[in-house]
């Protein structure tokens, strides 16, 4: 079995910082893509930010030049830091990966279960 585990969400102030980590864990032989993506009540699902298994990123435009996603794949983890926080970054987050459990074997998507980050003063 397959967890996505994340840790990092809460309240914040705007300007504040918070950041995100996911870690997977489980029967896993190879992951490809993690990600974080947000939503908020009402609207659909939305990427924030990716990584490829070699370390290539890309970011929505929204976040872009203010957060930063990395990746340690020895611990199967990824980080977002997420600093000058504005109120419309507040959301649930989830992370993503996509990954299988075997060589050869085909790759699934996985999410975690979410965490709330709420910038507010």
């Known amino acids: 079995q397959v967890q996505l585990v994340e840790s990092g969400g809460g309240l914040v102030q705007p300007g504040g910082s918070l950041r995100l980590s996911c870690a997977a864990s489980g029967s896993i032989f190879s992951i490809n893509t993690m990600a974080w993506f947000r939503q908020v009540p009402g609207k659909q699902r939305e990427l924030v930010a990716s990584i490829g298994s070699g370390g290539s990123t890309n970011y929505a435009d929204s976040v872009k030049g203010r957060f930063t996603l990395s990746r340690d794949n020895a611990k199967n983890t990824v980080y977002l830091q997420m600093p000058s926080l504005k109120p419309e970054d507040t959301a649930v987050y989830y992370c993503?990966?996509?990954?299988?459990?075997?060589?050869?074997?085909?790759?699934?998507?996985?999410w975690g279960q979410g965490t709330q980050v709420t910038v507010s003063s």
């Open positions: 993503y990966a996509n990954l299988n459990k075997g060589l050869g074997q085909r790759y699934y998507d996985y």
